[in-house]
């Protein structure tokens, strides 16, 4: 084995990313995904075990989640309702709903950037496609999701929200709010495998955006709806499921911001993900 | 028809230290331009040429052994056969199923029970849960843990814990198999049903690429052999040739190692370390 210094003066990065830029290797980055979804019994397999593994032995298990999210949405529930001067009736239903919905967009997000990092000795021993672990992240966070949501159902029933047919729209809500998720852990997990600073700036991204999105707060308290809402991604991706859930279907505008983020997101990541999906094995 | 074919294959590894991994650094570096650019002239990254113009065609048939001193290139030769390492340049070309078996008890979770643990491996193997619930009872069989399959793994003792992952992992015949080091399983006692299991496996695979520092595990299991240096190719050809060559080479060192090797390969069927 011998080590030479990069003559030539082009980065690396640049002769990897000609060497990825090629039709073949989009052909490449293609067959990458669809074959992960063909080992879907194999992800959805290690993201249970995952959920498992973390509540192993205790006596309530994953129903942890459900609680811990329970005891989270009441605390904050009658503390800023109080604070907000809500109506307990109304606030509370808004918030676990959001709060609920929040926790999925999130943890998509910042487990994405984990997604190659994490399974680096799967990827180094296993001939996979290394998309499975993108899609793995994202079905433990839906697992997630199933526990947390019971929290929403239980407040609406005790504070008699009009649970109507809207709540139909959850499903498609949730398709794409996924096909989101999935663009966002390819994209940002293999950027997170190069640069290793990236999964926590991501981190203290979101937890701004936290504050900034109407999870706590509801978009109305905000005079005269203002460009810090409409410019805030998750403030769509949240309403697009918090609405219907309340009992009204969300505006169109709503869904147009979503499924635009969606398009834009695959285009940008498809380009980079043919271009370096090759490099992964090199960086984790 | 399986087959492997190499042509002018190179991989080669970037070395990123800390500080270079860090988006900060870079963002700085291009901030303030040519400032830092004697710096970072000096500070190049480094490359790891682990792979340098291979070149190989294997058939049908084939066992390939690969000898060569620690990082002379062969995990990453396996790797790049087994289609994990995606080379910077040359052509791969793999026709057939591949399985690498670098660890045979990759993915075992130590708090699921034994059943739970042959469809995980399995899964791993790219079964699906169908094809493995219909070779359960002949996995469970084989390892011959009872009803200790219904406990969860971390109450096996380590021999128990192989025989699991040795029955799994032999129960799906790929058309390549990759291995590092051998497969090892098990005590005596199950030693001979291992080896003759591990026979009929080995017999039905059509290509076999075999990365080991034993010479008598190559000598016993390989008809071809390939001995690395450098990342590159030094000798290609039978195996007696090869490993004579890499003994003459080597001397004395090689010597020891090969008789510690034969201690270590369960002589026949090619066993490898336990």
Request: one cysteine or more; hydrophobic letters at 45%.
């Amino acid at each position: 084995m011998s080590t030479t210094a990069n003559h030539g003066g082009e980065s690396p990065l640049l002769l990897q990313f000609r060497h990825g830029l090629r039709r073949d290797q989009f052909d490449n980055a293609i067959r990458d995904i669809r074959g992960g979804w063909a080992r879907r019994e194999l992800w959805m397999t290690l993201a249970f075990q995952d959920i498992r593994r973390r509540y192993r032995r205790s006596k309530l298990g994953p129903f942890w989640i459900t609680i811990s999210m329970g005891i989270m949405v009441m605390a904050l529930g009658l503390l800023y309702g109080q604070i907000f001067r809500q109506n307990i009736h109304d606030y509370l239903p808004f918030l676990a709903a959001g709060f609920v919905i929040w926790g999925l967009v999130s943890t998509m997000i910042t487990d994405g950037c984990q997604a190659f990092i994490d399974s680096d000795g799967m990827i180094r021993q296993l001939n996979a496609p290394v998309s499975i672990y993108a899609y793995k992240s994202i079905w433990s966070n839906l697992i997630i999701f199933a526990h947390n949501i019971w929290i929403f159902f239980g407040v609406a029933l005790w504070f008699g929200v009009d649970l109507n047919w809207n709540l139909l729209w959850v499903a498609p809500a949730l398709v794409v709010l996924v096909a989101n998720g999935l663009w966002i852990s390819l994209f940002f997990g293999l950027l997170s495998a190069r640069f290793r600073d990236v999964p926590l700036i991501i981190g203290s991204v979101v937890q701004v955006f936290f504050f900034i999105t109407p999870v706590i707060w509801r978009p109305e308290m905000l005079p005269d709806r203002a460009l810090l809402l409409d410019l805030n991604p998750f403030y769509h991706m949240v309403e697009i499921v918090r609405a219907p859930m309340l009992g009204q279907p969300a505006n169109l505008e709503h869904w147009l911001a979503v499924i635009a983020i969606g398009v834009v997101g695959w285009a940008v990541t498809l380009f980079f993900y043919s271009a370096y999906r090759w490099r992964i094995a090199y960086w984790v | 028809m399986a087959s492997i074919q190499l042509e002018k294959v190179s991989v080669s590894f970037p070395v990123y230290s800390a500080s270079n991994r860090s988006l900060k650094n870079r963002l700085i570096q291009s901030a303030t331009g040519g400032q830092i650019r004697a710096d970072t002239v000096s500070q190049r990254i480094s490359v790891v040429e682990a792979l340098q113009d291979i070149d190989l065609d294997l058939r049908s048939g084939d066992r390939l052994g690969l000898v060569g001193h620690n990082g002379a290139g062969k995990t990453t030769l396996l790797r790049v056969l087994g289609g994990i390492y995606e080379p910077n340049c040359g052509r791969v070309s793999v026709e057939g199923s591949t399985v690498p078996l670098f660890d045979i008890a990759l993915g075992m979770d130590q708090e699921s029970t034994g059943y739970e643990n042959i469809v995980l491996r399995g899964l791993f193997l790219g079964l699906t849960r169908r094809q493995i619930k219909a070779r359960m009872d002949e996995i469970a069989e084989f390892t011959e843990l009872g009803d200790f399959l219904n406990l969860p793994i971390r109450t096996y003792s380590a021999g128990m814990q192989m025989r699991l992952a040795f029955a799994v992992s032999t129960s799906v015949v790929p058309d390549i198999l990759l291995l590092d080091e051998g497969i090892g399983a098990g005590d005596a006692a199950f030693l001979d049903k291992a080896r003759a299991r591990l026979k009929h496996f080995t017999e039905q695979v059509s290509i076999i690429v075999l990365s080991s520092h034993s010479n008598d595990l190559v000598r016993n299991m390989c008809n071809k052999a390939v001995l690395m240096e450098h990342g590159r190719i030094a000798q290609y050809g039978p195996t007696e040739e090869v490993l004579d060559a890499y003994e003459a080479k080597h001397g004395t060192y090689n010597k020891d190692r090969s008789k510690l090797g034969g201690d270590e390969a369960i002589a026949g069927a090619g066993i490898g370390r336990l």
